[in-house]
Each structure stands twice: as structure tokens, then as C-alpha cells.
């Protein structure tokens, strides 16, 4: 047994400790995702792996501890079943703590990812450092560059929601406005699906891009109109437009529409305060006619 644990210890690095010496050295999870994902059976698609860090890592030294662990969690996992969330040739360039905040700067592999195989990812990131004492939650960029077309960029392990035996993994109540015949905007109180990979604030621009359900209403958005990406940091919702489809979005009235529809739909959840517009990732003074250099705040 003691032969076999030093051979685990020897392929796996000097960071992985024999069972021999676990009294000196503290345990702590690797998370991967399962292998096959149909045989997990109502468990998540995340699973942990144990490690156990030399006991000469001091407990106090949490930005050591945290690139220990990453660099670990790179390596992949022991376990057979499960597998490596991070495509080939993905290496840890920086770690730096920021308050509570762990900013871990990936290589351009990291990049490749997108969708719900990007969610694992960022998550199998978030669970592993958000164990250590003092790291409340995860940023996490390429090369310097956050990718715009994340949920959110903030990342949380409370916001994990991952299961693989339904669709749908969560609901979240929310107010989505929508225009009436007068075309004034009225709330409509709804409760949106969340999905594997879903963010609150996408289910409720998804939800406004589908248009009302009900009769009489009419939907928020110009056909040309389209919300790039869109994520929390503290109370506020940054909400990333695109330039591409100015031209097409004439109507100065309707686009003021869907800005303030936008805003107040998305003030509707518990999570957010107020709205920052970008466009094309960029803070600027305004979007066509509308002007977006400030917060919007829910109106009364």
C-alpha cells in the first residue's frame, strides 16, 4: 500500500502527499467534471478529487496555496471517471489577490472555450480556490483579457448550478417589460427557467429577445437590436452592445425603449442595482442617440 502511495506521489508531483503523511498535511478538492456525464445520476457535473498540500505551505500564505492548487487542477485528474475541464495547453500565467477577489490569467488555449464547456471550466476554478480562507470569489482571464462573452465575470461558488438528470436546473422570479398597444411599457411578473451554463441576468435578455407571451403586448426589442454578453460585478449589471447594428437601428425612440426596458427588467432581480452599458466591451458616451457613459437606476 505505502509502495503504491509513494508511486501516486511521484507521478503526480511533490504537491500530491502520501497517505503516510497525511497528519502533516492539509487535505483539499480538486474539482473535475465526470467523465460521463449520463452516469452521474442526479449529481453534479462537477466532482472533487482530494489533495493533500505539503505541510511546509504555510496555511497563511494563501496566494501559494492557491497556485499550488491551480496548477494541480491543470494537471488533470487521477480518477479514471472523471476528466480535465481545460483544453490542452492550458498553463497558468498569473495569480494575484485582490482583496477577496483570486484573478487567475490563463494562456490562449483557455480561449478555445465557450457555452456550457467554458461554465464547467471557470467553475472547476472557482470551487477549488474558493475553499481557501480569504478567496471569496474567482476573475478569471486570457492572456489579460476577460472574455466578453461570458454570463458574468464574477464568479461565485454560490452560483454553481449544474445537474445532469434535467433540463432545467433552477427558476428565478423576475418582472420583464414589455410594450402595450400605446406603446408605454408595462411589467409582466414571470419565472424563468434556468438552464446548465444560464446566468440570471442572460435568462432575463433571452426572455425580453423571445418577445411577451401575452396578448396585447408587444415586444421591447428592433430587429436589428442584440446584446453581445452581459454579467454581474457587485450591484451592477454590465450589459456589452454591439456597433455593428447601428445602421440598422434608425428609430431613436424604439432604441431608448429598449435600453429602458432592458434596465428595468433587469433591476427587477434581487441581485442588481444598476445598469453600465458598453459597446463592443468598451465604456462610451453613448449607443446611436442614446446616451449610456452613466448607470441607469430602475425608475420609480
Known sequence: MLALCALLAVLTGCTYAAVAGRQEAESYDLYFREKDLTAAAG???????QIYLPADISREDTARMAEELLTELLKGPLDE????????????????????RAVVDLTAAYGALSGVSLTLADYAITLTLTQLPGISEVRVTVRGQELDY???????????????????????????YFQNEEGRLVPTDMELKL??????????????????????????????????????????????????????????????????????????????????????????????????????????
Open 81 to 100: 471517471s472523471l476528466k480535465s475541464p481545460f483544453p490542452t495547453g492550458t498553463v497558468l500565467n498569473t495569480l494575484t489577490l485582490e482583496g477577496g
Open 43 to 49: 449529481g453534479d457535473a462537477l466532482r472533487a478529487e
Open 150 to 176: 461570458r454570463g458574468t465575470q464574477r464568479l461565485r461558488p454560490r452560483d454553481v448550478l449544474f445537474t445532469t438528470t434535467e433540463d432545467v436546473v433552477g427558476t428565478v422570479a423576475v418582472t420583464l
Open 195 to 300: 438552464y446548465e451554463g444560464d446566468t440570471q441576468a442572460g435568462a432575463v435578455i433571452k426572455a425580453l429577445e423571445e418577445g411577451p407571451e401575452e396578448k396585447g403586448l408587444r415586444p421591447v426589442f428592433p430587429e436589428a437590436f442584440r446584446v453581445k454578453s452581459a454579467w454581474l460585478e457587485e450591484d451592477a449589471c454590465y450589459v456589452n452592445l454591439s456597433s455593428a447594428v447601428l445602421p440598422e437601428l434608425t428609430d431613436e425612440q424604439a432604441l431608448l425603449t429598449a435600453v429602458r426596458a432592458l434596465v428595468q427588467s433587469l433591476c427587477s432581480l434581487e441581485s442588481v442595482d444598476e445598469v453600465q452599458f458598453l459597446v463592443d466591451g468598451e465604456f462610451t458616451r453613448s449607443y446611436g442617440a442614446v446616451p449610456v457613459a452613466e448607470p441607469y437606476l430602475p425608475e420609480n
